[in-house]
């Protein structure tokens, strides 16, 4: 299924959750980035205090894109990129991709190696976090599985039911995002009322978010007998009640999901949980 602005219940209780906006186009600056040591000093802010993710003593996956939230719009981005470093150790490369001027993202070339610990400054806004197991989940839809292998090693196959014709999951590289032990999914936030051709309002559990767009994986008892052979979602891998509460307790933030083999076309790289699909 395939959802945005949902109403949800993490844990048993309800709540609002915003879905929040697909991003927009932006600019890129190519940049290698290495240990402290091996880099000049940070230039002056031309920004407040941004918001930084991963958090500060995070451990996260290998497909986690590191977020700068600033306050407000940034005129001078050559200036804030200045008074900005993401260093690691190992050394790892990778680039910088604004979107719009109030968000710039850094990303290495490939997934971060597992064990990676990296060093993010950005003014007065700091935050050292570690890149755990090599975790990755993908999605085939030759064989309607999903595999999950830890540091290489398979540790489960799921049966699973994507997008159907109508509605096909895109293929590329998701990021595991925000998880709810259950919610409402609800076609009204799109314009489609719910009691329309198509409306839906309908209640999940175990759901993970992997994009920004409104692409879960989440259990779907409804769909059991599809799962492993026929894809009859909207968008969202459907996964057993058990499988899916499985997924929802051990796959970590920043987890990538790649899904292979659809007739969706290919994922937008710049959805927010998707920048390890663009080049």
């Not at 064990?115 to 976090?129: I, L, N, P, Y």
């Not at 398979?154 to 159907?164: E, H, K, L, Q, Y």
């Amino acid at each position: 299924m395939q959802f945005g602005l949902i109403a949800s219940r993490q844990r048993r209780q309800l709540s609002i959750v915003a879905a929040g906006c697909a991003l927009v186009a932006a600019s890129t600056t190519v940049s290698a980035h290495a240990e402290p040591s091996a880099q000049p000093p940070l230039g002056r802010a031309n920004f407040s205090t941004p918001t930084l993710d991963p958090d500060d003593g995070e451990t996260v996956g290998i497909a986690a894109p590191v977020i700068i939230s600033f306050t407000a719009a940034i005129d001078d981005k050559a200036t804030a990129e200045k008074a900005i470093r993401v260093s690691t150790e190992p050394e790892v490369e990778g680039h910088y991709r604004w979107v719009g001027n109030k968000e710039l993202r850094w990303k290495p070339t490939g997934f971060w190696p597992a064990g990676t610990k990296v060093d993010v400054r950005a003014g007065s806004a700091a935050s050292a976090f570690t890149i755990g197991d090599e975790w990755v989940a993908t999605a085939d839809d030759n064989t309607h599985t999903l595999t999950v292998t830890v540091d290489r090693a398979s540790v489960r196959t799921i049966p699973i039911s994507m997008g159907a014709n109508e509605n096909p999951t895109p293929n590329g590289t998701y990021t595991v995002g925000e998880r709810f032990a259950d919610m409402y999914m609800d076609s009204s936030v799109y314009g489609v009322p719910v009691d329309s051709p198509g409306g839906y309002r309908t209640y999940v559990e175990y759901a993970a978010r992997l994009s920004n767009s409104g692409i879960f994986l989440h259990a779907a008892p409804w769909s059991v007998g599809q799962q492993g052979n026929t894809d009859v979602s909207r968008g969202c891998i459907n996964v057993s009640t058990d499988d899916g509460r499985w997924f929802f307790e051990n796959a970590p933030k920043g987890a990538p999901v790649i899904v292979s083999n659809t007739v969706g076309g290919t994922i937008d790289p710049t959805d927010g949980l998707t920048d390890f699909t663009a080049p």
